[in-house]
């Protein structure tokens, strides 16, 4: 059996595109070439690895099989091509994943602080829903990813990270703004601005409060903390956000913070695909992660 390195480059790469076309776009091959690769691959294997629907490819069970040796290898021959660098090893790309909240208000700091820190500067960051950021590390297209909710998916490791604080905030002539003491039941039939499907954020309030309450609508779902803190401002409704996102809103008096007898802590999380093997830059960034403090 011959297996080369294209061959596992093309076929982690059909996983992760679906298609040939795409495929042959993003490793700039033909696509003739990319057909011909990948069938060379299941010719050597005697089984095919992916089901083909509607133009489309689907990894099936055996190709998941192979994916994380696949991924694996491919790394690994990274790394060879660095042993004798004078350089450290720290070198190739660090693909992070952040929820919207990490990605805009904490992962700024972190990845600056980790640059200092090992004078490695190759990262992307992509922000996204908890949701989207686990489906792309088990797609191999994220390396990493830091998000706001346990997703309890066997195919991810999940570690408790830091610990958040929820907040609730009006504008500053909302009915409630003024009440000294609140309480769940002043909750009630209010209009409220969430985060879309698939948040950690939205999945808070469903959890925390939503369930707590007969009746509540919803106002707006928008993708954006921002544009939630400035609908809120706005006096479109309540919110239930991060404290750090809200943090500068609060300072500058545009939103009003309303206390409630209620455990409003949250954790965020690192994750990634458990099979997926870690090289010295994913393990490194990893273990400066879990160390790393926040710093406001």
Request: net charge neutral.
């Amino acid at each position: 059996m011959n297996i080369t390195l294209k061959q596992l480059q093309v076929f982690i790469c059909i996983t992760q595109e679906k298609t040939m076309t795409a495929a042959a776009e993003k490793l700039f091959l033909s696509k003739p070439a990319v057909s011909m690769s990948l069938a060379e691959l299941e010719k050597q294997l005697g089984h095919p690895l992916f089901e083909r629907k509607n133009n489309r490819l689907f990894i099936n069970e055996l190709g998941k099989q192979l994916l994380p040796l696949a991924d694996e290898q491919i790394e690994r021959s990274k790394l060879i091509g660095t042993l004798f660098s004078d350089s450290n090893q720290l070198n190739g790309k660090l693909a992070i994943g952040a929820s919207n909240t990490l990605g805009n208000h904490l992962l700024p700091f972190l990845i600056s602080d980790f640059r200092k820190q090992f004078n490695q500067s190759n990262q992307s960051l992509l922000v996204d829903n908890s949701q989207t950021i686990s489906e792309q590390i088990k797609e191999y297209e994220l390396d990493i990813g830091l998000v706001e909710a346990n997703l309890f998916d066997s195919q991810l490791t999940s570690v408790k990270w830091l610990q958040d604080e929820m907040v609730i905030v009006c504008c500053n002539n909302h009915p409630l703004s003024n009440k000294k003491y609140l309480n769940i039941e002043d909750l009630e039939n209010q209009q409220w601005i969430l985060r879309e499907e698939g948040s950690g954020t939205r999945a808070f309030f469903i959890n925390h409060i939503g369930r707590k309450l007969s009746h509540y609508q919803i106002s707006l779902e928008l993708k954006s903390t921002e544009a939630i803190i400035n609908s809120t401002s706005a006096g479109l409704g309540l919110a239930c956000i991060s404290k750090v996102a809200a943090r500068h809103a609060l300072a500058d008096k545009r939103l009003k913070l309303l206390t409630f007898n209620l455990d409003m802590h949250r954790d965020y999380w690192l994750i990634w695909q458990k099979d997926r093997y870690q090289s010295p830059l994913l393990k490194t960034f990893i273990d400066f992660a879990k160390q790393w403090k926040l710093p406001f």
